[in-house]
């Protein structure tokens, strides 16, 4: 059974800094990509961050300088780096797996994150 749990989400003021974690279970996770993604109210779900099972990254116009993903293989964990927040990162942040054959993406329940003074 394949289960991501997202965690620390949370308020933060503009500028501050927070660090989201993903712990997956029920997948070889070092030999997936990985992505994190984020959905606003009223608004799609966006690709933030995502990092090869090698390391390599990409990122999203809007955090980079900002973010910053990574992963521990060993403990099966996804991160992601989020410093000086603004507001308009304001949202759900979600982990992800790849697409697979049979089953599709598997999706975390979601950590939300609001930057607000």
């Known amino acids: 059974q394949v289960q991501l749990v997202e965690s620390g989400g949370g308020l933060v003021q503009p500028g501050g800094s927070l660090r989201l974690s993903c712990a997956a279970s029920g997948i070889l996770f070092s030999i997936n990509d990985m992505g994190w993604y984020r959905q606003a109210p009223g608004q799609e779900r966006d690709l933030v961050a995502s990092i090869t099972r090698l390391g390599s990254t990409n990122y999203a116009d809007s955090v980079k300088g900002r973010f910053t993903i990574s992963r521990d293989n060993a403990k099966n964990e996804l991160y992601l780096q989020m410093n000086s927040l603004k507001p308009e990162d304001t949202a759900i942040y979600y982990c992800?797996?790849?697409?697979?054959?049979?089953?599709?993406?598997?999706w975390g329940q979601g950590t939300q994150v609001t930057v607000s003074s």
């Open positions: 992800k797996t790849p697409p697979y054959r049979v089953t599709g993406a598997y």
